[in-house]
């Protein structure tokens, strides 16, 4: 019959006198009786987490899988290289005596012995790096315990801020050869001449300044394409047998005098008179479009307006709005001072490279000074009349010309801000 034993309670123990129970990570222990193991406690006795800590250093010169004779392996109760199970379990080991047949059960504290190389830094001081930000420790435990899908979109992330740190590498480099190479006061004088140009540079024709000719600077075919141009043939007519009476009526309600000059002094070779009639019809849309606050369809029809113009102006002088549940082409504040520039480019091909800016500008109701910076951004040369005495100033409305000279003219951006006035 086999010999019965009793189970001992060893009363109440100390945290000092815990049995200590190891468990190594790789290997196995070939000769225990050569163990040498040394417990270390934390010395901060009133901190409550702090007071339990352990390391516990054991050096052996043996192992089945290790190549050194001495090796030492290290083990802690407190940190990621400790059991997860330490805090949520209790352990107890029993110990027999044979003698008495009587085990007595102690409490017991595990450790997982992980080997100490010198020289090399331990997972234990990787993870406690308090510089890691949020993102990366949320790309940690994705790398370990995320999903498929999770796991592919965070690679494909990290490869996108590669190649972005590659670009931006890249453009600090060419930005640095680029300073070197013209320097860094040309480089500020270039964005000075951009800027000169102002956001109407956005909405000039199509411009060739390094053209040899005045007429190539602002191409008319940019301005209407040969198609364009013959589809206005019929309007071209009505334009040619319009009458003084019709005239002075046109003068009479304002908003076409750049036309009705135009009109007034027709050429007399053929195909000069019927460019200027044309252009003169055109023109008259566009003086027409940029009083309107919408445009539709209906646009043009009364004068005549052929398809192709209609939609041309529609595509090009208009800005498509969503309004109360319908979409608009309206004409907006950056449209107007398009319409602005195209006008006087087409003046300037009307008038021999030479424009009026005066009539321009109160037949686009404009102020003078926006006429003047629309004209200035094309590169302009601005011819301003002479001061009269006050007794002739009532008797002459002096204007404004506009002239398109080679080279075209840079302007300096005004950077002085207007003194407000004081209030009294």
Known sequence: MAASCSFVCCGEERDTDKAVIVRFSNGSVKNPDRLDFSLYKNTDETNPRKKSRRILCVVFFSLKVAESDRLSYVGHNFGAGSLKCNSLCKYYVGVLNKQTMQMEVHNAQLFN?????????????????TTQTYRDKVDSLIEAFGTNKQKRALSSRKLNQVGSDTLQHAVDKAA???????????????????????????????????????????????????VEFEALEEAGSKMLAVTPEELQKMRDDGGCL????????????????????????????????????????????????????????????????????????????????????????????????TADLTLLHRDLRITE???IEVAKSMGLTLIRPARAKADEAGLQDNHTQASLLLPLVKYEQLTERRKRKKMH
């Open 113 to 129: 012995m992980q080997p100490a190389i010198p020289g090399e830094t331990t997972d234990i001081a990787k993870s406690q790096d």
């Open 176 to 226: 640095n050869t680029v300073i070197n190479k013209k320097g860094l006061e040309a480089l500020q004088q270039e964005v000075a001449d951009a800027e000169s140009q102002g956001e109407l540079a956005l909405h000039l024709p199509p411009c060739n300044a390094n053209a040899d000719k005045q007429e190539n600077v602002y191409p008319f075919d940019n301005l209407l394409s040969p």
């Open 258 to 353: 750049s036309v009705v000059r135009h009109l007034e002094n027709l050429p007399t070779a053929d195909e000069a008179r019927v460019k200027t009639a044309r252009c003169a019809f055109y023109l008259s849309l566009l003086l027409k479009l940029v009083r309107q606050r919408s445009m539709t369809r209906k646009f043009g029809q009364e004068e005549g307006c052929p398809r192709i113009i209609q939609n041309k102006l529609f595509k090009t002088f208009t800005v498509e709005t969503f309004n109360s549940g319908r979409l608009q082409n309206t004409v907006s504040a950056s449209m107007r001072a398009k319409i602005a520039a195209y006008c006087l480019a087409l003046l300037l091909h009307l008038g021999h490279m």
């Open 369 to 371: 000074a926006r006429m």
